[in-house]
């Protein structure tokens, strides 16, 4: 089993609606949250952290569930500039420091 | 200018050869990261390293050789290509070791072994 799992997608957003997907982690000693947004054929991008509590960021909510070890982020009002693959990343701090664990990514894309 | 930067940004090499990917960060971060990236296995961890001199490996770490004999430069040798590492490699700083401010990543080396 992976460490972290994502639907890959693609998910097909109308622009203006509102999109989520989850992401599953299988390690319960996971300590930080993220979401990393990369373009085609671009680096990845660090979107938002996640926090226990949930958090908004403009459009984006994330949200985390310890007990279930998922995340989810849900986007509001879709923009054709959301198109993007999202990672969830999770990071598990070790003696030697600490080290992210990715996704492989759920693909969006926001058509007209 | 201020920055994580990977050169080359493409390199085509021969089965079997030795090859060197570069990574230059101007924060001083402490942390720096190679990953590798392959269709189906999204970002996997090569190595890593804390500080200057201190490096560990990650999930793939063979086939592989690291240093960072200066904070700013990680570079990441590929000792004998193989067509398997034929990929795209990222670089990444952190400012710290908790990961709560995310990492940076350099533009990546696409690397193709012929």
């Known amino acids: 089993r992976k460490e972290v799992e994502q639907d890959p997608g693609p998910f097909n957003v109308p622009e203006g609606a509102t999109v989520a997907f989850n992401c599953t982690y299988s390690n319960s000693a996971s300590q930080s949250f993220f979401w990393y947004r990369q373009d085609c054929r671009k680096e990845p991008k660090l979107l938002m952290s996640?926090?226990?509590s949930g958090n908004e960021d403009g459009r984006f909510t994330a949200q985390l569930n310890r007990a279930s070890q998922y995340i989810s982020l849900l986007i509001r009002d879709s923009k054709l500039s959301d198109s993007a693959t999202y990672l969830c990343?999770?990071?598990?701090?070790?003696?030697?420091?600490?080290?992210?664990?990715f996704g492989g990514g759920t693909r969006v894309l926001v058509k007209p | 200018d201020a920055g994580i930067t990977q050169s080359p940004r493409y390199k085509i090499t021969e089965t079997g050869r030795q090859v060197t990917l570069m990574c230059h960060q101007t924060?001083?971060?402490?942390?720096m990261f190679w990953y590798r990236q392959d269709l189906g296995h999204g970002l996997r961890l090569i190595y890593y390293?804390?500080?200057?001199?201190?490096?560990d490996k990650g999930e793939v770490p063979d086939g592989y050789v690291v240093s960072r004999s200066k904070t700013e430069n990680f570079p990441l040798t590929l000792e004998s290509a193989t067509r398997s590492q034929t990929s795209v490699y990222f670089c990444a700083s952190s400012e710290s070791g908790w990961a709560n401010y995310g990492y940076t990543f350099g533009s990546g080396t696409r690397l193709t072994v012929v």
């Open positions: 996640v926090y226990s």
């Open positions: 924060w001083s971060h402490s942390y």
């Open positions: 990343v999770v990071s598990l701090i070790k003696a030697a420091g600490n080290k992210l664990t």
């Open positions: 390293s804390a500080a200057a001199d201190i490096t």
